[in-house]
């Protein structure tokens, strides 16, 4: 399967005729990154060096319907357990759009990220979008599975394939049915139908929905509805229901396994009061199954005393199963003009995990900054340091240096 793709990629670029490279425009970004950090095993100090690249080709054809894109990584611990060793590699995108392919369809193909409402896939496969047949519009897909172990893709055996048919030239409403399956082996691992909806309404309201059905295991296992208000155009209020039933490839040990299903409810409000202030209100209740039920609230005010400095004051409390929680947030953001950012932050959380346990607390400190170059160049920190049950003192951080062409 992988070399049919591979062959279908080579051809898509070879069929492009006539080429014409010196139109070509290539874009991106590469970010070169220094983490560090402590291992979550043995607490000893890790340092790497990460190369992020992302790149986009247009005007390929004289036509413009051909573009590439990708996106991958490279990384090198230079301090650690694994330290000096071989680069690591990680591709994540790597594919060619053609539009308007025999003018009825969109193609895609290699490695890309697809998303129905059924469920989502990173593969290495092919995409046809034909939005070319009346009121709906139909998508298909299929190719194999890409899910990244420590050191290599681990999905060399696992596949997917699905469709997706959606309502065109609606721009105030979108509706569509998914299907996806999963094959393991061979084996049909999942088999979900999906369907999303959402629909503006008089100016005042936004509806949205979308549920999933496992057909191997006969049951619903996610769904989602709310309703979205806009009284004034400073106000916004939300109702919303979630509840999912977890469920597992039908080639998984853990399928077996009994499960609950879990509930939640949210009510939400956030109003701009004044040019300089956002106040944001939220209560949700949640309910895990076997009389496991919490409540939280979250109450936020972000306060913005000049166009160049915002101040932000966060709380929320829950109580209920698993445990209960009393937190807060805050921090503070400066930037001049564009120039430069600077921000900084605390967390602290004061926690009961049961009734077998005490009270507990958690802070974390940060600070962050970004300082632009030049137009096109700029770069960034962030440090933070956590105190916990576990960690005394857990110093991270990332430099970053980021060139845009």
Same mark, same amino acid.
């Given at each position: 399967?992988?070399? &049919?793709?591979? +062959? @279908?990629?080579? /051809? =898509?670029?070879?069929?492009?005729?006539?080429?014409?490279? #010196?139109?070509?425009? %290539?874009?991106?970004?590469?970010?070169?990154?220094?983490?560090?950090?402590?291992?979550?095993?043995?607490?000893?100090?890790?340092?790497?060096?990460?190369?992020?690249?992302?790149?986009?080709?247009?005007?390929?054809?004289?036509?413009?319907?051909?573009?590439?894109?990708?996106?991958?990584?490279?990384?090198?611990?230079?301090?650690?357990?694994?330290?000096?060793?071989?680069?690591?590699?990680?591709?994540?995108?790597?594919?060619?759009?053609?539009?308007?392919?025999?003018?009825?369809?969109?193609?895609?193909?290699?490695?890309?990220? &697809?998303?129905? +409402? @059924?469920?989502? /896939? =990173?593969?290495?496969?092919?995409?046809?979008?034909?939005? #070319?047949?009346?009121? %709906?519009?139909?998508?298909?897909?299929?190719?194999?599975?890409?899910?990244?172990?420590?050191?290599?893709?681990?999905?060399?055996?696992?596949?997917?394939?699905?469709?997706?048919?959606?309502?065109?030239?609606?721009?105030?409403?979108?509706?569509?049915?998914?299907?996806?399956?999963?094959?393991?082996?061979?084996?049909?691992?999942?088999?979900?139908?999906?369907?999303?909806?959402?629909?503006?309404?008089?100016?005042?309201?936004?509806?949205?929905?979308?549920?999933?059905?496992?057909?191997?295991?006969?049951?619903?296992?996610?769904?989602?509805?709310?309703?979205?208000?806009?009284?004034?155009?400073?106000?916004?209020?939300?109702?919303?229901?979630?509840?999912?039933?977890?469920?597992?490839?039908?080639?998984?040990?853990?399928?077996?396994?009994?499960?609950?299903?879990?509930?939640?409810?949210?009510?939400?409000?956030?109003?701009?009061?004044?040019?300089?202030?956002?106040?944001?209100?939220?209560?949700?209740?949640?309910?895990?199954?076997?009389?496991?039920?919490?409540?939280?609230?979250?109450?936020?005010?972000?306060?913005?005393?000049?166009?160049?400095?915002?101040?932000?004051?966060?709380?929320?409390?829950?109580?209920?199963?698993?445990?209960?929680?009393?937190?807060?947030?805050?921090?503070?953001?400066?930037?001049?003009?564009?120039?430069?950012?600077?921000?900084?932050?605390?967390?602290?959380?004061?926690?009961?995990?049961?009734?077998?346990?005490?009270?507990?607390?958690?802070?974390?400190?940060?600070?962050?900054?970004?300082?632009?170059?030049?137009?096109?160049?700029?770069?960034?920190?962030?440090?933070?340091?956590?105190?916990?049950?576990?960690?005394?003192?857990?110093?991270?951080?990332?430099?970053?240096?980021?060139?845009?062409?």
């Amino acid at each position: 399967m992988r070399l &049919v793709i591979i +062959s @279908a990629f080579c /051809a =898509l670029l070879v069929f492009v005729l006539p080429l014409t490279a #010196d139109s070509a425009e %290539v874009s991106g970004r590469s970010s070169t990154q220094l983490l560090w950090y402590n291992d979550i095993v043995d607490a000893s100090r890790q340092a790497d060096v990460a190369e992020y690249l992302r790149f986009s080709v247009t005007g390929i054809d004289q036509w413009n319907n051909i573009s590439l894109t990708g996106y991958g990584r490279l990384l090198w611990d230079i301090k650690g357990n694994d330290a000096g060793e071989d680069i690591e590699n990680r591709l994540y995108f790597l594919y060619a759009d053609y539009r308007n392919f025999l003018n009825v369809s969109d193609l895609r193909i290699g490695r890309q990220f &697809v998303n129905f +409402s @059924a469920g989502s /896939a =990173l593969m290495d496969g092919i995409e046809a979008d034909i939005n #070319d047949v009346g009121p %709906v519009g139909l998508v298909v897909m299929g190719g194999r599975n890409v899910i990244f172990g420590e050191d290599r893709v681990l999905t060399s055996h696992s596949y997917s394939v699905g469709f997706s048919a959606y309502l065109t030239g609606k721009s105030m409403n979108y509706f569509d049915v998914s299907y996806l399956r999963t094959y393991d082996h061979g084996d049909i691992a999942r088999d979900i139908i999906g369907s999303s909806y959402k629909q503006y309404m008089f100016e005042l309201f936004k509806l949205y929905a979308n549920v999933r059905y496992d057909l191997t295991a006969e049951v619903l296992n996610e769904i989602l509805g709310g309703i979205k208000y806009f009284p004034t155009t400073d106000m916004m209020l939300t109702a919303e229901h979630y509840q999912s039933y977890p469920t597992f490839d039908s080639t998984s040990i853990y399928s077996v396994f009994a499960v609950d299903k879990f509930k939640e409810n949210i009510f939400r409000a956030d109003y701009t009061a004044a040019e300089w202030i956002d106040i944001s209100l939220s209560y949700s209740e949640e309910s895990f199954g076997e009389g496991g039920d919490a409540r939280l609230y979250e109450a936020g005010l972000k306060l913005r005393p000049s166009v160049q400095a915002a101040i932000g004051m966060f709380h929320d409390k829950r109580w209920g199963y698993p445990g209960d929680l009393d937190g807060y947030r805050i921090y503070a953001e400066y930037s001049n003009s564009g120039k430069w950012k600077a921000a900084s932050g605390i967390d602290y959380d004061v926690y009961n995990r049961d009734d077998m346990t005490g009270e507990e607390s958690a802070r974390r400190y940060w600070a962050s900054g970004r300082y632009t170059f030049a137009r096109n160049m700029s770069g960034s920190f962030r440090v933070q340091d956590s105190v916990d049950i576990n960690y005394k003192k857990d110093m991270q951080g990332r430099l970053t240096f980021d060139v845009d062409f």
